[in-house]
């Protein structure tokens, strides 16, 4: 009984969670046009395949998931997607409580892991988003057991599983770079204990993971000429200085030839914004999702073949702009930590969510995170805390460590490592939504917490007295 009684505790908070979320009001939320992401909805409809492959933006799994929905008659916000993200989020509740207990956690308090990460309004915001942040939380749960799992016993169905979960993640945020997998890899391989492990079988899955992983890469080098799941990089990273940098200056860097037009007018923008022609779309005549500057709502498609160009001017830029002022992604580096620190509830596209959860998230926010001056206290201290004992329980010496099977400690590693990728690489290359990083990872850090406060509670062992020595 009481290895069912978490997944059954956090299945009822769960029930309670998106009962309290449905009778306020909320529902699946997509806005098609304003998501990046999302292809044109009817090309992934009418041409899954094509639309597919010409994608260079993104890595094609969001898009892949979305079409195989729609191909089947679904809406983006209709009930078959819907269902879909809330069981999702049970999974991850799940999920969690799993990790928990697998990191040593006492039944109870992995019970509550999961069961205070669904109860979270912010979670249930995302639960009702249909983008690909809680499919990515659950896949960093769900690759993190596969790699327990396939440790424990490598069969070749445990080593399919690792093998998808880890590529799918590479397929889904560009995030996971073949970087990321290679580091997994090692993390998972080298370590002294790693001796006690099925290595050879262990790293043949995970070769294999890092070649599905590189299709993308390879397929974008092949078309385009770029070896990159995502072709908006140097978007993102001129991002990091178009905020702190004014308007001014930059119109004089490029009036000085220092930086091109395209950097003046910042990432992210309609094709009709910037001032130059870099493309030839002669050449991609007859592929909508290449050819045409706007989606069939009007919205932007940043997928145009243009910003291709558009988006590797900015990244050579945003070497220039960091060299000529240092002082501005200094800035930006630190404001993008203190976004990390911020709740997930906070992303501008969840506003019309947040006002029909505010009989929940408000008091949630003062009183759950101890909400001071608009700095919610419990969220930093807890997320700096966790991830301070990931870190340092994914060393072998540690007594949390050293307690644990060496399947558990593989785990144990694969996490750590994963989340000091995410959170070093998205905080130094992002800024804006760097809460996102954060909140694939709380899972995790609920996970870690657990386990922490477990090996606090458990019992010490009594020392013999040493009887005095007779005068």
């Known amino acids: 009984m009481s290895k069912i009684l978490p997944a059954v505790l956090i299945g009822v908070a769960w029930m309670l969670a998106t009962a309290l979320a449905h009778g306020l009001g909320l529902s699946l939320h997509c806005d098609a046009g304003r998501t990046w992401q999302l292809l044109d909805l009817p090309e992934l409809r009418d041409n899954l395949a094509q639309s597919l492959w010409y994608q260079h933006g993104q890595p094609p799994g969001f898009n892949l998931l979305v079409g195989l929905f729609l191909k089947a008659g679904a809406e983006v916000d209709g009930l078959a997607l819907h269902v879909f993200f809330d069981l999702l989020g049970l999974l991850a509740g799940l999920l969690t409580g799993q990790v928990a207990l697998q990191l040593g956690a006492r039944p109870m308090l992995a019970a509550a892991a999961g069961a205070l990460l669904v109860i979270t309004p912010g979670f249930a915001l995302y639960q009702h988003w249909m983008l690909y942040d809680l499919p990515v939380t659950v896949a960093i749960l769900a690759c993190a057991l596969a790699v327990l ?68 890469f390879a397929k974008n080098a092949s078309l385009f000429g770029r070896f990159e799941a995502s072709t908006w990089a140097g978007m993102s990273a001129e991002r990091l200085t178009h905020q702190f940098i004014p308007l001014v200056q930059r119109q004089r860097m490029a009036a000085l030839g220092q930086i091109d037009p395209v950097s003046v007018v910042g990432p992210y923008q309609p094709l009709d914004a910037y001032p130059t022609q870099m493309v030839d779309w002669s050449l991609w005549r007859g ?185």
């Open 149 to 216: 799992a396939a440790v424990q016993h490598p069969t070749w169905l445990r080593m399919a599983v690792l093998v998808v979960t880890c590529a799918g993640l590479m397929w889904m945020r560009s995030v996971f770079h073949l970087v990321w997998m290679a580091g997994m890899a090692l993390a998972v391989l080298v370590p002294r204990d790693a001796q006690l492990l099925p290595r050879r079988r262990i790293a043949q899955a995970m070769v294999l993971a890092l070649l599905l992983g590189a299709l993308p």
């Open 287 to 471: 592929i909508a999702v290449l050819e045409h500057p706007t989606k069939r709502d009007g919205h932007p498609n940043f997928n145009h073949v243009a910003y291709l160009p558009i988006s590797q001017t900015m990244l050579r830029d945003a070497v220039t702009l960091v060299r000529a002022h240092p002082q501005a992604y200094a800035q930006a580096h630190l404001s993008a930590w203190l976004h990390w620190l911020r709740p997930a509830s906070v992303h501008p596209n969840l506003a019309q969510g947040r006002q029909l959860l505010r009989p929940w998230l408000e008091p949630w926010n003062r009183l759950a995170l101890v909400e001071v001056a608009q700095v919610h206290l419990l969220l930093v201290f807890g997320a700096l805390l966790a991830m301070v004992l990931l870190l340092a329980m994914a060393r072998t010496r540690t007594a949390v460590a050293a307690g644990l099977p060496p399947p558990a400690r593989a785990m144990l590693r694969a996490l750590a490592w994963t989340a000091l990728w995410i959170t070093l690489l998205g905080n130094t290359l992002e800024h804006g939504e760097n809460y996102r990083f954060r909140a694939y990872l709380d899972p995790v850090f609920l996970a870690v917490l657990a386990a922490a406060v477990s090996q606090l509670l458990a019992p010490r062992p009594v020392m013999p007295r040493t009887p005095l020595k007779q005068r």
